[in-house]
């Protein structure tokens, strides 16, 4: 594969680099409050998360509806003029961008971006009026032929979220390029395109107001080899929880991704957002990839869920595998989404059960799949 070294080199290049910024970067600690959590003496049934093509189109739009309805509400984080956030969905790519180098690469990495969905889910449940679950993208329909990758329900102009943008040109030796990326340029088609300003946070590490279209750069091979069924498969395969969330993250090379890399990298290529380690909730596809990366969690849970709602491991700081730094991850673990977000402080411990929905007062997630992956 052409550039396969370069850009291992060049990513790590980049993490080093974002490494020792991410030491500037304080995170913010949430004052806790309203947002997905125990709602005493409410009892709960959990929504159900569907796949974005067994929704209705009436379902499809009020979900859409809801998402341009965060995008378009202002901000809670303070002040606007030091942060570039502007809308309340810019709190939550806030969040990522500040801790991005505290929650990947570690065994927390599969409980935060668990709650950050969740989060995100209430936001659009509780301030913008939408009644359903967050969807997801079981990509693995998708991934088989590169062709059925870009005919993807999820890129359909009419009921999804648009496709791809136009080609932009990259210089051969780029480290950064995503084998096979076919775009680059503004998301032409579908809801969010034409607007020069639904983002407004990045590239990469910078918070300042910076206003910019929504971009892809669909790399379809690169998806079909990483979103695959057999990718799937061997990632569920995994006996334990540590090497099962190291599949699922894969190394940062291209040669390497797995699935995580797979859906960034297959929608986001080099120049759109999805491929922004820092930014990537900047593109709502971002959700939906994320539910189904949960979703993959969770059925490799349920397999052994009584053993599994307990198993948790893997380094508490970036790639400290051998825990030459600090140890690893514990159920006791604090998870923040920092205080715009206004939801809860939590533990690992208490996002291991996605249908856990106030029992005894102490649930925080409260949804299911309609249905998981098997062996
Ligand atoms: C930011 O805006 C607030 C409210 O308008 C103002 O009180 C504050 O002085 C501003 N801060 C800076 C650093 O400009
Ligand atoms: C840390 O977790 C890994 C798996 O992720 C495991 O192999 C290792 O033994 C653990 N280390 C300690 C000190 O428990
Ligand atoms: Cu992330």
Known sequence: MAGGMGSRLGTWAVL?????????????????GPGPGPKPGKPEKPLVRKEWRTLSTPEKRSYITAVKC???????????????????????????????????YTGHFLAWHRYFTAVYESLLRDECGYTGA????????????????????????????????????????????????TGGGCVSDGPFAGADDLVHLGPGDS??????????????????????????????????????????????????SGIHGGGHYGVGGRWGQM??????????????????LDRVW???????????LTDISGPIE??????????????????????????????????????ACGKGGKGVLCYDYDRVYTL
């Open 16 to 32: 080093v680099l974002c490494w020792t910024t991410a030491l500037t970067c304080a995170v913010p600690v949430g004052p806790g």
């Open 70 to 104: 965060l995008l378009a509400k202002p901000s809670q984080t303070t002040p606007f003029n030091t942060t570039g956030t502007f809308s309340r969905y810019d709190d939550l790519v806030y969040t990522h961008i500040q801790q991005t180098f505290q929650m990947h």
């Open 134 to 181: 967050q969807p997801y993208w079981d990509w693995t329909l998708d991934a088989v032929s590169p062709a059925a990758y870009v005919a993807s329900p999820v890129f359909d102009p009419v009921t999804g979220f648009g496709g791809n943008g136009p080609w932009v040109e990259t210089a051969p030796d780029d480290p950064f390029n995503v084998p096979g990326r």
């Open 207 to 256: 918070v300042a107001y910076n206003p910019q279209c929504l971009r892809r750069d669909l790399s379809p091979s690169f998806a079909s080899r990483w979103l695959s069924l057999d990718q799937t498969r061997l990632t569920l395969s995994q006996g334990d929880f540590g090497w099962f969330s190291r599949v699922v993250e894969g190394m940062p090379s291209f040669d390497a």
């Open 275 to 292: 491929g922004d380690l820092y930014a990537s909730p900047c593109d709502p596809i971002f959700f939906l990839h994320h539910a189904n």
């Open 298 to 308: 969770w059925s490799w849970q349920k397999m052994d869920l009584k053993k599994r």
């Open 318 to 355: 970036l790639m400290d595998y051998g825990n030459e730094k600090t140890g690893n991850v514990t159920l006791a673990f604090p998870v923040s989404m920092g205080g715009p977000t206004t939801a809860a402080d939590v533990t690992v411990g208490d996002l291991m059960d996605i249908k």
